[in-house]
């Protein structure tokens, strides 16, 4: 191998690495690890939730902020996440439980490449589930919530509060129980 072939070798990797070192400053920066609160009390909340918004199928604008006054459970998710499909039950059985108390917000991250709304559409209809579907298409809810590894799932308070979120997969148990928090 030529002095100038190892030369553009090590120039390449370097360049990489680089590259691979910046993008994980970038997209950590706003990256926010789980935090958790004992309950859902707007009192022990610390931030406000960031506001956004996402549509439903026909097109049609939703803010989170239009369902101040209850709280929230907002999850982000696709259909080729294999954790998301896992724990959609979970998330049917809890809006059938609490979807008069709750507002469910299942935020389909619709970058319309992996994702498309179509295929969200065809997902929720063949499985029969019924909570509200919310797209992503600008990736607003998705970069507000440091949302970049799916599933994710937040709760929100009544007054707006930010309560506590998980990255990863959520077990039926931990769910109910933060939505029993929330109505406290």
Known sequence: MGKTKLAVIV?????????????????????????????GNSS??????????VYD????????SDFKGKPVVINFWATWCGYCVKEMPSFEKAFAEYGDEVVFMMINVTDGYQETKEAALEFTEEK?????VYYDTELSATYAYGAYSLPATGFIDEEGFFV?????????????????????
Do not use: C, H, W
């Not at 360049?15 to 706003?30: D, R, T, W």
């Not at 199928?57 to 989170?64: A, D, I, S, T, Y």
């Open 11 to 39: 120039l390449f990797a370097a360049i990489v690495l680089l590259a691979a070192v910046l993008g994980y400053e970038f997209l950590s920066k706003n990256y926010e690890p789980e935090s958790e609160t004992p309950s």
């Open 44 to 53: 022990e909340a610390e931030e406000p939730a960031p506001d956004f918004t």
């Open 57 to 64: 199928f026909e097109g049609n604008p939703v803010k989170l």
């Open 128 to 132: 029969g589930y019924t909570f509200p």
């Open 164 to 184: 506590t979120g998980q990255t990863g997969m959520i077990s039926e148990e931990k769910l109910f129980e933060r939505i029993e928090s929330l109505l406290e």
